[in-house]
């Protein structure tokens, strides 16, 4: 359950990061183009700071007092961002805090696949709770903003903070492993199958930047309230819960190679439909889609580093893997979508990340040519 609690707080505080953050940027007065340069600073941390980490935990053995320290010290270095109103200023406040924050996710995810493997917890049902939390927040902080103002969105997002580094001082001790054997990281890394499953993921992730930097501020120029916005991010959850709570079900039923070639199809009919209307019930229809897209890649995804990664890599086997595709991935998006945004519209910046869907798609079925070797 402590798990489970973890996920809860943290997906709590990035629902109101994806759906909110970016208009609180907006308003403080700041161009598109600045405000994809600060968002990407998240993703961009992903591929900088994780390894980094991850080595630390897999080197110490103490995989939970890492992930413990970093996600208290992103709480405390939060407080910051309220005093912080100029581009320098939030630069600054944004690289320091993502190089603590942006490791916590990896590090947490390697301890409950850990733990699953072990049959101590069913993995699915726990990271379950983060789409709840997701939701929940999703659909509370609408209204909140609407009332007390676009700003109050700090303060929420400090309290979820606090509640998700609570939790991660209890997070479970690592089983003992044993040392690993010189140049096993190269070697891991040098599989055929271990770049194309990291690129297909990387792409996968690029094709979501779109949605993360520009959905928000796309509904609310045509005319959607704080309300309608997140209302619309806590649908695309909602649907996700279901898959992840049966995902081990799901993969023993269908393989983890097949839903995520699965997912980057359902991906590239998504972000079509996305490309062509504001309408919210299609919009709706498309957000539910997330289940798919996101969450059923997801666990395929992660439940496929962990299986590919050896038993002394599994930290950083995730952080990897997280670094790649959220963290190269999203960036190079949205860095591209910030560029181009103002000129050609969000119908065209779904539209590419409709063919940067399929390209992963067609990709993905060469993983099926070379299946995972046991971790």
């Known amino acids: 359950m402590l798990l489970a609690n973890f996920y809860f707080w943290y997906f709590a505080a990035v629902s109101i990061f994806i759906a909110f953050f970016n208009i609180y940027v907006k308003h403080l007065g700041f161009s598109s183009f600045e405000i994809s340069v600060l968002a990407s600073l998240h ?39 309220f005093f912080a109103d100029r581009f320098l200023t939030l630069f600054i406040v944004q690289l320091v805090f993502t190089f603590f924050w942006s490791t916590v996710l990896p590090l947490m995810e390697a301890t409950s696949l850990e733990q699953a493997s072990l049959g101590r917890i069913d993995y699915g049902r726990s990271r379950m709770w983060g789409s709840v939390g997701f939701i929940l927040a999703s659909l509370a902080i609408g209204p909140l ?50 770049k194309l499953f990291f690129f297909v993921g990387m792409l996968c992730q690029l094709s979501h930047a779109t949605m993360y930097n520009f959905l928000s501020i796309h509904l609310e120029t045509v005319g959607y309230s704080n ?15 279901p898959v992840i709570r049966w995902s081990t079900r799901l993969i023993d039923r269908f393989g983890r190679l097949h839903l995520m070639t699965f997912a980057l199809f ?20 498309a957000q539910g889609m997330h289940a798919i897209t996101f969450g059923m890649f997801h666990v395929a ?39 181009v945004y103002d000129t050609v519209g969000a119908g065209a910046c779904f539209a590419g990340s409709a063919v940067v869907a399929l390209a992963a798609a067609l990709l993905s079925l060469k993983l099926h040519e070379k299946p995972a070797a046991p971790a």
């Open 43 to 81: 993703p961009l941390a992903r591929v900088l700071w994780p390894p980094f980490w991850g080595h630390l935990a897999d080197r110490s053995g103490r995989r939970d007092r890492v992930a413990a320290a970093v996600n208290l010290t992103a709480t405390a270095v939060f407080g910051a961002y």
């Open 145 to 194: 903003l609407d009332r007390l103002g676009i700003s109050f969105a700090l303060w929420t997002i400090l309290g979820c903070l606090f509640l998700s580094s609570f939790s991660t001082l209890f997070t479970p001790r690592p089983e003992i492993i044993h040392s690993p054997q010189p140049g096993s990281l190269r070697i891991f890394l040098g599989r055929p199958e271990v």
């Open 227 to 241: 309300n309608l916005i997140g209302a619309l991010w806590a649908f695309g959850v909602i649907c996700e819960v």
């Open 266 to 285: 359902m991906a590239t009919i998504r972000w079509l439909i996305m490309s062509v209307t504001t309408a919210y019930p299609l919009l709706l229809f």
């Open 301 to 339: 995804a992660v439940t496929h580093a962990f299986a590919l990664a050896p038993p002394h890599l599994r930290a950083r086997g995730q952080a990897l893997y997280s670094g790649l595709s959220f963290g190269v991935g999203i960036s190079i998006g949205m860095l591209v979508n910030g560029a």
